[in-house]
């Protein structure tokens, strides 16, 4: 059904480039101009829609800020939140909002870094009031490549390798035809690149492709498991210990075969499963087709996302039977002493 409505839409891939262009030429050319804010601002982004590693790379450099006492906070749109305008999401120690009104991905930055966050769809809006709300030295924006109304001191582009290999693929159109909020042509703009392979081997840049890639910083992530986490108890396992055991997967990310593959990879039996939408808004009929599904494949636990567990722990009660875990990811970077070196150089100017 995607591939239809894909095809009907497809004339009009022309005027969508058409303004993607005119728009980040009125920005080249000062004609749209970007606000600077009270704080170093390090932009993470993509060029596609979904799965790139964002989430994690946000992760990944706020914790470098906080161990380097640098505070930071990081300001996402909140994609698919309930609630609308600016959110302060979290202070230092303290979640002030559900899953709901802050969407998955902020929360989870919360949880895991114990930093400020904050929710706004106007970037330079919702940076303000932030900055007012919390003191900050930085402002790391998850998801900021196109929100150029804010000026940042660095733009960080991350790519998916399996994404970049699928030349002359529909996928490698611009949107709605293909899953390109932008032409490979915008790289341009990027301080840094980073081709994330995941859980798969690193592959090189094809060939049709280098030309965009011309004289950038690039550097090569990869996920690895950090362990198995009770999404009740938070209690820690290895993947070892999950081996040979039969579990019902479920997900609601974008492109979850890096999740499923990582845990095939461990003999964890995952061939019973229930792949939801990307942002899946979990609802009690939800729950009960995943407690209808675990009985009747005689699962031993269920294994999900750490996105998806920050949104089953709503359900809590209704789950308390299951043993329910999630897969918490890391992200590592080759050559990190030297990508470290780049973001905190921002600081010294």
């Known amino acids: 059904m995607l591939k239809l409505v894909r095809k009907i839409l497809a004339p009009t891939v022309l005027l969508y480039l058409v303004v993607v262009k005119t728009r980040n030429f009125l920005f080249d050319k000062k004609i749209f101009k970007s606000e600077k804010v009270d704080a170093k601002v390090i932009s993470v982004g993509n060029i596609t829609v979904g799965g790139a590693g964002k989430t994690p790379t946000s992760i990944y450099i706020s914790e470098l800020l906080k161990e380097n006492n640098i505070k930071v906070g990081v300001l996402s749109r909140g994609y698919k ?3 609308k305008g600016y959110l302060l ?94 032409p ?26 280098k030309k965009y890639f011309k004289d950038k910083q690039i550097f090569w992530g990869s996920y690895k498991p950090a362990g198995i986490f009770d999404v009740k108890t938070k209690e820690q396992y290895t993947l070892e210990e999950f081996r040979g055991q039969k579990s019902l997967v479920i997900s609601g990310i974008a492109r979850p075969y890096s999740f499923l593959s990582v845990l095939e990879n461990q003999d964890i039996d995952i061939k019973n499963k229930i792949l939801f939408p990307d942002h899946k808004n979990y609802t009690l009929t939800d729950v009960q087709k995943i407690r209808k599904a675990f009985y009747e494949t005689n699962s031993q636990s269920v294994l999900t996302t750490q996105k998806d567990a920050i949104k089953l722990t709503n359900y809590s009660k209704e789950l308390d039977d299951i043993d329910i875990y999630y897969l918490r990811i890391a992200l590592n970077i080759e050559n990190n002493s030297i990508f470290h070196d780049l973001i905190l150089n921002i600081f010294k100017n």
């Open 89 to 182: 999401v979290s202070d230092e120690d303290t979640v002030l909002t559900g899953v709901k009104d802050a969407g998955d991905e902020i929360l989870l930055i919360a949880k895991e870094n114990k930093i400020p966050t904050a929710v706004s769809e106007k970037r330079v809006l919702g940076a303000k009031k932030f900055l007012n709300d919390v003191h900050l030295d930085a402002i790391v924006l998850d998801d900021g490549f196109q929100h150029r109304w804010i000026y940042r001191d660095i733009d960080i582009l991350v790519i998916d390798q399996r994404f970049l290999n699928k030349v002359n693929k529909a996928e490698q159109n611009l949107l709605p035809l293909g899953n390109m909020r932008e």
């Open 81 to 83: 939140r309930k609630s």
């Open 184 to 209: 490979f042509s915008s790289i341009s703009r990027a301080g840094i690149v980073i081709i994330n392979s995941k859980f798969s081997p690193k592959k090189g840049i094809p060939e049709q492709l």
